[in-house]
């Protein structure tokens, strides 16, 4: 068994198939289509192989909810709703803690305000009665990040609108090549998110307009925390199916998930990647 996972994970690092787990099953997002569209994204690149773990649902008995987080080299979450039954917490910190892969993407950073390991990891967190107990809330001043140690909720968008994601790593195996800033199609743009934000870096940042309903600084979108062994990959981005269709958040998505995985990037950065003026949206 632990020969196969050290295999397994060497293939992936050598460019054979990523093993992905998608989890979902509950979410105040439109999971049922968020899903198919991220498994189409992983699967069309030829990187990945995807399978699904769905939780049942709101308010069901969830001891039964076990996946089998160590066959993978990475979990993607797309879930966002009641406490897992402690064995699995246990085993998801176990897997991330012992080198496993973690996509935090879009609502994930709502889930689970009470997990403190959970928090941890994706270093950043919004809503579900989080406060000034849960850590800062960071943005980026000019060159550096600036934590906000004021009191209050975390959490909240503006309008949904396009908006210029800033490149702030450029060098970041995820983000070299990109474009240092690029538009995003619409979207929501989370701004003042809380969490204890340890070893975090943030990738790219948006700002925030006022004139949009938002705070009116540079708020982070693209994060990595380290979590024991495990990289994470944190994206604010993809409120929708439409907004999963920019090739910007393809492609970070894409490199974002690799990474996790492995490391390193492989993902070339597509022609049709967005530019600072114009969009790129695949699909209808
Ligand atoms: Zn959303």
């Not at 991330?96 to 994930?108: C, K, L, N, P």
């Not at 474009?179 to 948006?206: C, F, I, K, Q």
């Amino acid at each position: 068994m632990l020969c196969g996972l050290v295999f397994a994970a060497t293939a992936a690092a050598a460019g054979g198939a990523i093993r992905v787990l998608i989890v979902d099953g509950q979410n105040n997002h439109a999971w049922r289509e968020t899903t198919p569209a991220l498994r189409a994204i992983l699967e069309e690149s030829g990187r990945f192989t995807v399978e699904v773990a769905t939780a049942p649902p709101k308010g069901a008995d969830m001891s039964a909810f076990q996946p089998d987080f160590a066959s993978y080299d990475v979990v993607v979450s797309n879930y966002n709703g009641d406490p897992w039954p402690e064995a699995t917490r246990a085993a998801f910190e176990r897997f991330v803690r012992s080198g496993g892969g973690f996509v935090v993407y879009h609502a994930a950073d709502n889930a689970f305000p009470e997990w403190k390991e959970y928090n941890e990891m994706i270093g950043l967190g919004g809503w579900g009665g989080r406060n000034e107990e849960h850590g800062p809330r960071i943005y980026w001043d000019r060159d550096h990040i600036e934590f906000d140690f004021s009191p209050g909720r975390a959490g909240h968008h503006g309008r949904r609108h396009p908006f210029l994601v800033v490149a702030r790593k450029p060098k970041h195996p995820i983000m070299k090549g990109l474009p240092r800033a690029w538009m995003h199609a619409s979207d929501e743009l989370y701004d003042s998110l809380r969490g204890p934000a340890r070893n975090l870096e943030v990738l790219a940042t948006a700002y925030s307009a006022p004139n949009t309903g938002g705070t009116g600084r540079d708020e982070p979108v693209l994060m990595t925390i380290r979590y024991g062994k495990g990289r994470v990959f944190h994206t604010t981005l993809g409120h929708d199916v439409g907004a999963t269709r920019c090739v910007g958040f393809i492609t970070t998505f894409l490199r974002g998930t690799e990474w996790a995985a492995t490391g390193k990037v492989r993902i070339r950065v597509p022609r049709d990647f967005p530019a600072t003026m114009r969009t790129s949206v695949r699909g209808k």
